[in-house]
């Protein structure tokens, strides 16, 4: 075990750690809550245009980078639960570029089930927060969450077209540099504030277990339903709704989903 962690596991010492941690955290973010709206724009893919958009951002990265799917003629990555699902993107504004999109994939009956119904449902070993136990109408999954390489950064990351993506830090800000990290937790705050608007009660995710224990470090503390099984990596599902969502988010992150919801409701009133 690395210093580090042992540090973090101690049982005084890595309680005032982990305290000094996540209140940076939250300072961090209450200066990223402030910039965010001043570099890039949460909307809805409100007509046929935009959602062209979205397949060709999941075209890029699912098919393009990752190989999850293969490569399509026309350069747009959609499957079958896109006629039922509502999507959001981020644009990052300065350049009028998108940088990432997510949806949403709801049910309107039995006849239309979601993605981790049909290929991960016996990875569901919870059965109080089991789909079936709730209205069709009411569950959804996130899913085909999807951020360009241009908008990703991480300290490993010093070019870019390296393995995951880096961007090229003399074309952005310094404070532009500072949201970017922060596109996938707006994506999943867009995400629910779409769930929540369309009377969505149960969300369900398939997603890796160390990207849930950083949701959680910010306060989205989605609930593990089974154990990871290998889908597009490692992933286990897992389960969130609207009152786990707000009660947990610290001062810093509210204020980010306050902006992010502001958007995202001006636009689902414009869904074609």
Known sequence: MSWSKKLLNAPVIGNITKRIASMKVNHDAMNIAEHFTQFLQPEVA??????????????????EELAFEKIKDEGKEHDEFDAQSIFSMIKHKPTDTYTSCVRVVRSAD?????????????????????????????IAEISRLAVKSDFRRRRTDKFKGSAIGAISESSYSETELRCFPFIAIGLYMAAATMSIETGV?????MMEPRLARSMKFVGINFIQLGDAIDYHGMRAPYYINPTIFMENLSPGFKCLYVAIAKDIREHLALVE
């Open 201 to 205: 009660k149960h969300v369900y995710v």
């Open 110 to 138: 039995a006849s239309e089930m979601l993605p981790i119904e049909k290929y991960c449902l016996e990875s569901i070993q919870n059965t109080e927060l089991h789909p079936r136990n709730f209205a069709r109408h009411e």
């Open 46 to 63: 409100i007509n046929d245009a935009l959602r062209d958009e979205v397949f060709r951002i999941r075209h890029n990265v699912y098919c």
